[in-house]
């Protein structure tokens, strides 16, 4: 059931990926440019994306929350840790900077490369390779 219940929602996350044009890094930097409110070329459809995730996650939380066992069965352990660290800060300055700059984050990423694009390929092999790189340091822990 768990498999079935993460093929839906998976198949669900890529064609709102799709639909929104979230895989596309070029929507995605028109989000990120906030410099271009001022002459109207801003685009605000992030925020809309952003806030469709936020609408369904907060009830599902409210209900997980107090929860040992999730509804298609297995350990349900939802993250208690809400320390802001000096790992967290440069993680997420490292992430933003990544994201900023090309556009992409890990999900949509994934989720372009059923187009084949050469860039979208190099950039997934050199998440996977920081990745790697960072684990590889202990930076995981």
């Not at 907060?58 to 208690?80: D, H, W, Y």
Request: hydrophobic letters at 50%.
């Amino acid at each position: 059931m768990r498999i079935i219940v993460s093929l839906i929602c998976g198949t669900i996350f890529g064609f709102g990926l799709y639909i929104s044009a979230m895989i596309d890094p070029q929507k995605v930097l028109g989000f990120l440019d906030i410099w271009a409110i001022a002459d109207g070329g801003w685009d605000p459809s992030l925020a809309f994306v952003m806030g469709g995730g936020l609408a369904v996650a907060i009830p599902i939380f409210q209900f997980a929350k107090n929860r040992t066992e999730a509804v298609c069965g297995g350990e349900m352990s939802l993250p208690t840790n809400r320390a802001i660290t000096t790992k967290l800060v440069v993680g997420g300055l490292l992430f933003g900077t990544g994201w900023g700059l090309v556009g992409y984050c890990p999900g949509p990423a994934l989720s372009a490369l059923a187009f084949g694009h050469t860039d979208t390929i190099i950039f997934v092999v050199a998440m996977i390779a920081g990745m790697g790189g960072a684990r590889a340091m202990g930076l995981n822990k």
